[in-house]
């Protein structure tokens, strides 16, 4: 055995692998494979009624659970910025655009099932809804329009071609209006995600779902955090900066 591999063993619990990472519900959802309150059948019981390869499930709830982040702290602010936006996009979107529908589901369904129990459930949702009506044309509008501007000036810039100051188009009326506007809206909704959800505390009585769903928005509220940083902290105010530059080389201020 790979020394640090996870391991899950053939008669473990279905709910019992769930509480005991959450990553693991995707695989169980995909296989339709209840995790929740009818989980007490093992691994080899379940597969074996659903006509399932039991070693093929395990491997993929192994694969689901390994940690793939670096140890290493990443030096963003010395990234060149066209090469800090694929990263934005290729991490970032590339995840909250698979995320987001995913906790929507599970939201929903923890929703409809259990409001009465926990009747702050309704608000978290619309809450979330908010949250990507903001964030998925948001990525569009970044991926369609000003990256590919961010390159432009980046490339312009490191290259001290002639033309550069050509073309500077001015990007701090699309960014003001993400930073300052859309960006602040989506900062409130996450607190108030947070404040709905104790910080995603699951309450004492709440079920395998409904700790799976707290933890699917914890996961959803880090990367967004971060991807917010990287973007108003590192990456445009040093666009904004080269376009400043440019400008002003070309006389044009």
Same mark, same amino acid.
């Given at each position: !055995?790979? +020394?640090?591999?996870?391991?899950?063993?053939?008669?473990? $619990?279905?709910?019992?692998?769930?509480?005991?990472?959450?990553?693991?519900?995707?695989?169980?959802? %995909?296989?339709?494979?209840?995790?929740?309150?009818?989980?007490? $059948?093992?691994?080899? !019981?379940?597969?074996?009624?659903?006509?399932?390869?039991?070693?093929?499930?395990?491997?993929?709830?192994?694969?689901?659970?390994?940690?793939?982040?670096?140890?290493?702290?990443?030096?963003?602010?010395?990234?060149?910025?066209?090469?800090?936006?694929?990263?934005?996009?290729?991490?970032?979107?590339?995840?909250?655009?698979?995320?987001?529908?995913?906790?929507?589901?599970?939201?929903?369904?923890?929703?409809?099932?259990?409001?009465?129990? $926990?009747?702050?459930?309704?608000?978290?949702?619309? =809450?979330? =809804?908010?949250?990507?009506?903001?964030?998925?044309?948001?990525?569009?509008?970044? @991926? @369609?329009?000003? $990256?590919?501007?961010?390159?432009?000036?980046?490339?312009?810039?490191?290259?001290?071609?002639?033309?550069?100051?050509?073309?500077?188009?001015?990007?701090?009326?699309?960014?003001?209006?993400?930073?300052?506007?859309?960006?602040?809206?989506? +900062?409130?909704?996450?607190?108030? !995600?947070?404040?709905? =959800?104790?910080?995603?505390?699951?309450? @004492?009585?709440?079920?395998?779902?409904?700790?799976?769903?707290? %933890?699917?928005?914890? @996961?959803?509220?880090?990367? =967004?955090?971060?991807?917010?940083?990287?973007?108003?902290?590192?990456?445009?105010?040093?666009?904004?900066? !080269?376009?400043?530059?440019?400008?002003?080389?070309?006389?044009?201020?």
């Amino acid at each position: !055995m790979i +020394e640090g591999i996870k391991r899950i063993e053939r008669t473990a $619990f279905i709910s019992d692998i769930v509480k005991n990472d959450y990553r693991t519900a995707a695989v169980f959802k %995909k296989y339709d494979i209840d995790f929740c309150c009818g989980g007490k $059948f093992s691994i080899e !019981m379940i597969c074996a009624n659903k006509n399932l390869d039991t070693t093929e499930v395990i491997r993929e709830l192994e694969a689901s659970i390994q940690d793939t982040t670096s140890t290493g702290v990443y030096e963003f602010q010395d990234w060149k910025p066209d090469f800090l936006a694929d990263y934005v996009i290729h991490v970032h979107h590339r995840y909250l655009e698979k995320a987001i529908p995913d906790t929507a589901a599970y939201l929903d369904n923890l929703t409809r099932k259990h409001t009465t129990q $926990f009747s702050y459930l309704p608000e978290l949702q619309h =809450t979330f =809804t908010a949250f990507s009506d903001i964030i998925v044309p948001q990525q569009k509008q970044e @991926e @369609e329009a000003i $990256f590919p501007y961010v390159r432009q000036v980046a490339r312009a810039y490191q290259n001290k071609e002639s033309y550069a100051a050509l073309l500077v188009r001015t990007l701090r009326k699309p960014v003001e209006q993400v930073m300052l506007q859309e960006q602040k809206r989506v +900062e409130d909704l996450i607190r108030k !995600m947070r404040e709905l =959800t104790r910080n995603y505390t699951p309450p @004492e009585n709440a079920c395998v779902s409904h700790k799976v769903t707290l %933890k699917k928005l914890l @996961e959803v509220d880090n990367d =967004t955090v971060q991807h917010i940083h990287l973007e108003n902290d590192i990456l445009y105010p040093r666009i904004l900066s !080269m376009e400043t530059e440019l400008t002003r080389q070309g006389g044009y201020q």
